[in-house]
């Protein structure tokens, strides 16, 4: 570094414009947020100049909080109470004292949380004028409901302690939003104030070389180029990345607008259901035919039955008939016996008759019922198995997998009186579906081999997005290490230049000194020495002026070199911001996949 690249500009210049030198920080001290009990100062008027985050007050409207439910009541009790205790809250706090609080109690935590907006504020101890600055306060702080004075004078009671608690909570709202909004402010700064270290430290080690007469230092040079390099080759690389992760995106997001419209995905599969709707309303009224005949049976068989017990009266009544004959006939010992083993007989072949025919009966009933269990087993089958094939592709005709193959499977009623080897479905099961399902499981196997393939990949991009989020944060935490660092390294050399200037100044203020004690004890010597005695002057005043302008010119230099550098660093700022969001934006779309 040459000491010529530090001149250029007049004194004048550099004293018009706001430096970064010891001597003048007064500009930038200016910009900065002071914390400092410097004052009292008034929440109303400083909020004043809040209004782009807190807002302006307006005309008192109706509250929509549910302020008189006791649930809403105890839950905003408890979120003051944590807040406070979050916040160090230097006073004694319980549910049961927020719950009944005295005058006193509210205002310790209203000041407490006013102080939030305002370091210095104090409210007025005096009770005449608590009342009316908390409706100011608020008033300047945008609260955009009505707080009544009559709720102050009786803070605790409970018509009026509700709506002061809404109020608390509603402040404790504007705090938390003002803490994260500068959270983020300090979050966005942090790579532009390493940046500005890194200038810094540079411009104070070449500064320092400067000063041990060294006016090229190019050790420093190349070691800062070395720097911006390295930081440069890493965005570079991050673009790449992001380039192709942008192009990956892009091609996804082809291939997305290419593919089939969801809607006509969606149309075609409710026409499918539509169709298999109308089959199992068909179903539905093949099974109440079937259902029909069944009872029709049952009426049959019923109507038979009753023939068989009118048959069975009827021969009972000519039993009864044939014994009245018997009882009033004279018979010989050897027809009583003879007829009374016929009589036997027949009962026999009688009680053989009917239990044979209740034998059929209960046999054809059971056939029947057996016949009606299987027959709705098939239905439930038969609906099952067209769920399934609908949703496999298979029906109807038009699916994408049933190639134009009627492959519908129905229950067939069989003619009354057919024989049990009759058809009873509408479609050959060995012939027609099973080859049919056997080819869609094919197709299927190969999908899933491939989908798993893909899944694959697409877990070894996540992976790969996961080691490069880890990465990140590594460097994230090296770079918050060495800004540490570098930090503490910039106030060590603060501090030397600092001491450095005050070297200088008690060094022109002694120069200065001794020349004018030294004009002051030749004065009684004007004669010959009059001449020494005005070089002598003209040589410290020089010297003054000298140190004055090579003051000047090095201030304006560096203020000059400042300006360039902070150029260039919201450039890098700028591009490091772009390349980041473009990273998370892929990062995003890459964990969503």
Not at 183 to 191: E, G, L, N, T, Y
Not at 451 to 471: C, G, I, N, T, W
Not at 505 to 517: D, H, I, T, V, Y
């Amino acid at each position: 570094m040459r000491r010529a690249t530090l001149g250029g500009m007049s004194a004048v210049q550099a004293n018009n414009r706001s430096s970064l030198a010891p001597s003048r920080l007064s500009g930038i001290a200016d910009k900065r947020q002071s914390y400092a009990p410097a004052r009292k100062s008034s929440v109303g008027g400083d909020l004043s100049r809040r209004s782009s985050v807190f807002g302006r007050g307006g005309t008192a409207k109706t509250d929509p909080r549910p302020i008189d439910s006791k649930k809403y009541f105890h839950e905003s009790i408890k979120r003051v109470i944590a807040y406070l205790t979050e916040h160090q809250y230097d006073r004694t706090i319980s549910l049961k004292m927020l719950t009944t609080p005295t005058t006193k109690d509210f205002q310790f935590v209203l000041e407490f949380l006013l102080r939030g907006i305002d370091p210095n504020y104090a409210l007025d101890p005096t009770k005449a004028k608590f009342e009316d600055e908390v409706i100011g306060v608020f008033k300047a702080l945008g609260y955009p409901f009505e707080i009544r004075k009559q709720a102050l004078y009786t803070v605790g009671s409970p018509h009026s302690w509700p709506a002061l608690v809404a109020t608390l909570t509603w402040l404790i709202d504007l705090l938390e939003y003002s803490e994260e909004v500068l959270a983020r402010k300090a979050d966005d700064c942090f790579d532009a104030d390493l940046t500005f270290k890194i200038f810094f430290d540079y411009l104070a080690k070449a500064y320092g070389h400067f000063l041990d007469g060294e006016d090229d230092s190019p050790e420093l040079d190349d070691e800062l180029s070395m720097v911006f390099e390295s930081r440069n080759g890493q965005v570079k690389s991050e673009i790449a990345q992001l380039s192709d992760a942008n192009a990956e995106l892009r091609a996804q997001l082809h291939a997305l607008r290419s593919a089939p419209s969801p809607l006509e995905h969606a149309s075609r599969q409710n026409d499918d259901l539509q169709s298999d709707l109308g089959k199992f309303k068909k179903l539905v009224s093949q099974m109440a035919q079937h259902e029909a005949q069944l009872s029709a049976k049952v009426g049959e068989r019923s109507a038979d039955l009753r023939g068989t017990h009118d048959e069975l009266d009827a021969v009972s009544a000519e039993v009864e008939s044939l014994r009245a004959q018997l009882a009033v006939q004279e018979l010989s010992p050897a027809d009583v016996l003879r007829m009374n083993g016929e009589r036997n007989r027949l009962e026999g072949e009688l009680k053989a008759l009917i239990g044979a025919k209740d034998e059929k009966t209960s046999a054809v009933l059971a056939a029947e019922v057996d016949a009606s269990r299987a027959a709705d087993s098939v239905s439930a089958l038969l609906l099952e198995y067209a769920n399934r094939a609908t949703k496999l592709g298979l029906l109807p005709e038009s699916a994408p997998h049933a190639h134009g193959r009627r492959l519908g499977c129905e229950l067939v009623a069989a003619p009354r009186g057919s024989a049990g080897s009759a058809k009873v479905l509408s479609i050959d099961l060995l012939e027609t579906l099973k080859p049919a399902l056997a080819e869609l499981k094919t197709t299927f196997t190969a999908q899933l081999r491939d989908s798993q393939a893909e899944l694959l990949k697409l877990q070894d991009q996540v992976d790969r997005s996961e080691q490069a989020k880890q990465d990140k944060e590594d460097e994230i935490g090296s770079l918050e290490r060495k800004a540490a660092k570098l930090e503490a390294i910039f106030a060590s050399e603060k501090e030397t230049l600092y001491a450095d200037v005050d070297e200088l100044g008690r060094r022109s203020e002694k120069k200065l000194a001794e020349a004018l004690e030294l004009r002051s004890q030749l004065a009684a010597r004007r004669g010959a020495a009059q001449h020494a005695l005005e070089a002598l002057q003209a040589d410290a005043e020089g010297s003054r002026r000298a140190f004055e302008r090579e003051r000047d010119d090095l201030y304006s230099g560096l203020i000059r070199t400042l300006d360039r550098l902070m150029g260039h660093k919201e450039q890098i700022r700028d591009k490091l911001q772009s390349a980041l969001a473009a990273g998370q934006f892929a990062h995003g779309a890459v964990a969503a996949t």
